[in-house]
């Protein structure tokens, strides 16, 4: 990767997805009871033995796609709670960004727990990710979780039929779903049990709002 593709690929989010990385066609199959890769490799499934969607890995090639999120990037700042914007370990400081929309489907009294499939961000990209990402320029919330939990994962069902296995509904199941043997996964969700907002991002987040 040259520098110039470097610096490229840091000016924009590190889980955006880049025009070079396509979905390559795959050939599905049914084996041992669940949906496979007809050439599958010990690199498409997790640890739990959730087959993951296929896609290129080259960013800073072709031109981003601010749009569409990388499915290997977005499970990795899942996993490893890196930032979305910046890649960096976020570690004890990562922090939630809560769309207006995500905070107005909470469940409960307030703070209720979150299920959310956006990764952290670190403490330096908040005011660039609230600036620039479209899903937070209606008010969001920023959120210090204590305790995350994996929650769901999404992703394409596929259905065996008697013409062979047909891509069906996308869903987002619990990982002990007994569909979750039918699913290509893309997204990992996870829940924000129990946080501190650190800033309300210019929303009310506490007392009635009877509207
Ligand atoms: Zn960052």
């Given at each position: ?24 066609p795959v050939s599905m199959v049914i084996r041992?009871?669940?949906i496979a890769y007809a ?117 394409m069902?596929y259905q065996p039929t008697p013409f062979g296995l047909m891509p069906g ?13 039918l699913?290509r ?27």
């Amino acid at each position: 990767m040259s520098g110039v593709n470097l610096a490229r690929w840091r000016a924009v989010p590190y889980i955006t997805s880049w025009s070079s990385e396509e979905i390559p066609p795959v050939s599905m199959v049914i084996r041992d009871g669940r949906i496979a890769y007809a050439d599958e490799s010990v690199v498409d499934r997790d640890g739990a033995g959730v087959l993951w969607t296929r896609i290129g890995f080259s960013p800073g090639v072709g031109v981003p796609e601010f749009k569409s999120v990388h499915f290997l990037r977005h499970r990795r700042a899942m996993r490893r709670r890196l930032c979305q914007v910046c890649g960096t370990p976020c570690g004890k400081n990562a922090l939630w960004m809560l769309s207006r929309k995500e905070y107005e489907s909470a469940e409960g009294p307030w703070p209720a727990p979150v299920m959310t499939a956006h990764p952290p961000v670190c403490p330096g990209c908040v005011e660039r990710s609230g600036r620039l990402c479209p899903h937070l320029r209606d008010g969001y919330v920023v959120l210090r979780p204590r305790r995350v939990a994996p929650a769901a994962i999404s992703g394409m069902l596929y259905q065996p039929t008697p013409f062979g296995l047909m891509p069906g509904a996308a869903v987002t199941i619990v990982h002990d779903d007994p569909r979750i043997r039918l699913l290509r996964a893309a997204q990992l969700h996870v829940t924000l049990e129990d946080y501190d907002v650190v800033d309300p991002g210019g929303m009310v987040v506490t007392g009635s709002s009877d509207a």
